[in-house]
């Protein structure tokens, strides 16, 4: 069965500091993986997926995610913070045929500090 | 296009008794899943339908279930409420396959007293 780890449940970044979150997924094959926000009291809004067709992916928001396959890793990384980003950020993993459409990790809460 | 609506936004129930959920996907997608927020779990998987049959199904126990209908809206039901179904219940919509980007509504707070 498929799983994300996220490392670390907290991350703070000054406004204009590089933004890195991690993930790591398990999968037996290849995956479908995929980064979602919330904001608060809000539902996921997609911010980008990986399908296999390019390892580097670029979503919105400035937003974007390497998938490495070797080191098992989907990072999302934006170059320049801003407070508008503080938000919890999900990874996710899906394979076709899998008995779970989507396989959340337990979230990262962003803080943007001014 | 409207994206997935949930009705209702807040629900405020008492234990043992039942509740049942609504959510209407994007037009022209066919599939809806469900998904439970808790601290303490996160996100994890309820049940998938797609055409009016469930297609897949989470670790939860019987009390909750799901329909969909033929204009591809769902509800979900859970009954004999415990105070640990307290959570943001959402839906989510994609087209047809299981690797299809899925799009969440803003989701149910439903609170079990």
């Known amino acids: 069965a498929q799983s994300v780890t996220q490392l670390g449940s907290h991350v703070s970044v000054s406004e204009g500091a590089l933004v890195l979150l991690r993930c790591n997924y398990s999968s037996s094959v290849p995956p479908y993986l995929f980064w979602y926000v919330q904001y608060p009291n809000q539902g996921l809004q997609l911010l980008l997926k990986y399908t296999s067709a390019a390892t580097l992916v670029k979503g919105i928001n400035g937003f974007e995610a390497e998938f490495k396959k070797s080191e098992t890793s989907f990072h999302l990384t934006k170059p320049s913070a801003h407070m508008s980003d503080a938000a919890e950020y999900f990874c996710?993993?899906?394979?076709?045929?899998?008995?779970?459409?989507?396989?959340f990790g337990k979230g990262t809460k962003l803080t943007v500090n001014p | 296009k409207a994206g997935v609506t949930q009705t209702p936004r807040y629900l405020i129930k008492t234990r043992g008794q039942q509740v049942t959920l609504s959510c209407s996907p994007i037009s022209g997608h066919r599939s809806v899943s469900w998904y439970q927020q808790t601290p303490g779990q996160g996100l994890q998987f309820l049940f998938e339908y797609f055409s009016e049959t469930q297609r897949n199904k989470g670790n939860f126990p019987g009390r909750f279930s799901g329909r969909q209908f033929s204009n591809s809206r769902s509800e979900m039901n859970v009954s004999t409420l415990e105070l640990g179904d307290s959570a943001l219940y959402l839906c989510?919509?994609?087209?047809?396959?299981?690797?299809?980007?899925?799009?969440f509504g803003p989701g149910t707070r439903l609170t079990v007293l």
């Open positions: 989510a919509s994609s087209l047809d396959m299981a690797t299809d980007t899925q799009y």
């Open positions: 996710a993993v899906s394979v076709q045929g899998g008995s779970e459409k989507l396989v």
